[in-house]
């Protein structure tokens, strides 16, 4: 199994919810199916680029323009979704590790997605839809946030973004362990709460393990 592990928070590990969420996946992915082979990117380490419009000529005029020929300031600002774009080719599983700001990602996840969900590199267009260029089976989502959200939550921006993005590739198998409530402030079970959703991260790890 090829897990592709995305991470989207700065912070560092003791004090990033999300990130312990994580920390509890991994450890109990490897500890249950030693096998796995572990792609781990930190956006704030390797920061994608915003797409530019360079990138995305490249990226799509191919499927559009009969005859086309990248330049080669078009093929240099599309470089980075070509090699991010071959690591998410090669998983089978993708995990997600954020917090939830604004109502919603990261904007830097963000820009990462766009770098690579793209034509060419995560579907190839047809009149009949788009079909999958890729292996991916499930996308798991380790979240924390400050405040509490309810499943269908107004507020909740993710969500959306995330289903809508990854079922127009051919992606809807998506879990999520969501450690919300981490407002001390605002929330006196924020702990309880983390440690819920440490729990469900864990389990996670074991029902992927146990997948052909």
């Known amino acids: 199994m090829n897990v592709l592990h995305i991470c989207a928070n700065p912070r560092p590990v003791e004090e990033s ?29 390797q920061p994608p680029p915003y797409l530019s419009l360079e990138a995305y000529n490249r990226l799509t005029k191919p ?11 078009e ?32 904007a830097i996840l963000k820009a990462w997605l766009d770098q690579v969900a793209m034509p060419g590199i995560a579907f190839e267009p047809s009149p009949e839809g788009p079909k999958p260029l890729h292996q991916l089976r499930k996308v798991i989502l380790l979240v924390s946030s400050g405040d509490v959200y309810k499943e269908g939550d107004p507020r909740d921006g993710l969500m959306p973004m995330i289903n809508g993005l990854f079922g127009y590739i051919g992606v809807t198998d998506i879990e999520v362990a969501w450690a919300d409530g981490q407002d001390p402030v605002m929330h006196g079970d924020s702990a309880d709460r983390k440690q819920m959703a440490v729990e469900a991260a864990q389990e996670l790890a074991e029902d992927i393990s146990s997948e052909p």
């Open 75 to 106: 093929e240099k600002a599309a470089a980075y979704a070509f090699a991010q774009g071959e690591l998410l080719k090669q998983a089978d599983v993708l995990v997600l590790t954020l917090p939830l700001w604004g109502g919603s990602a990261p």
């Open 63 to 73: 499927f559009v323009q009969p005859g086309y020929q990248p330049t080669a300031k």
């Open 17 to 45: 919810a999300s990130k312990q969420l994580a920390t509890a996946f991994f450890g109990k992915l490897l500890e249950t199916n030693p096998d796995v082979t572990l792609n781990n990117v930190d956006l704030y380490e």
